[in-house]
């Protein structure tokens, strides 16, 4: 039996639950989420907990377990707290901005680079080299902080570009450290 799949999830009091099918909605008080899981997947909620099962342990079955039970359990998490993403900007003159609903980057081009906000995804921008992305959806969040960290990527010689604020790199010596 899977460790993560046969975890029961619990329920805070603020958040609503329904189950239809293979279809689960989640609403909390940051918002509402909604997901259709793999069909043979087995959820009940019951006395403010969820419980995920699975009909059979053949392969496809024994996947799927964990990755539904951590698919529901991030879209309570996300209803109730939210999830966040933290990417700094490293570089002479890079910096990050936001106007309006847009986030506005100088990464070394000769022009800015624009990011707009899509719905579910808030920007902060209280540094001039810190951006934070936070929304309810984690794969969402995921999603768009790789997408603004792809606009300038860090190089590995001197570092510049956009990372991720807990991503280890690795620089390389270049041409004359063999020395």
Known sequence: MSRIGRTPITVPNTVDVKIDGSHITVKGPKGTLERTVHHDMHLEFRD????VSRPG????HRSLHGLTRTLVAN???????GFSKELQVNGVGYRAQKQGT?????????HQVFVDEI??????????????I???????????????????PPEPYKGKG???ANEILRHKEGKTGSK
Do not use: C, H, W
């Open 48 to 51: 403010g907990v969820i419980n």
């Open 57 to 60: 342990d053949d392969k496809l």
């Open 75 to 81: 879209m309570v998490k996300g209803v109730t707290d």
């Open 102 to 110: 847009q986030l506005v980057m100088n990464l070394g081009y000769s």
């Open 119 to 132: 719905p579910g995804i808030t920007i902060e921008v209280p540094e001039a080299t810190k951006i934070i």
């Open 134 to 152: 936070r929304g309810i959806d984690n794969q969402l969040v995921g999603q768009f902080a790789a997408d603004v960290r792809g606009k300038r």
């Open 162 to 164: 956009i990372k991720y």
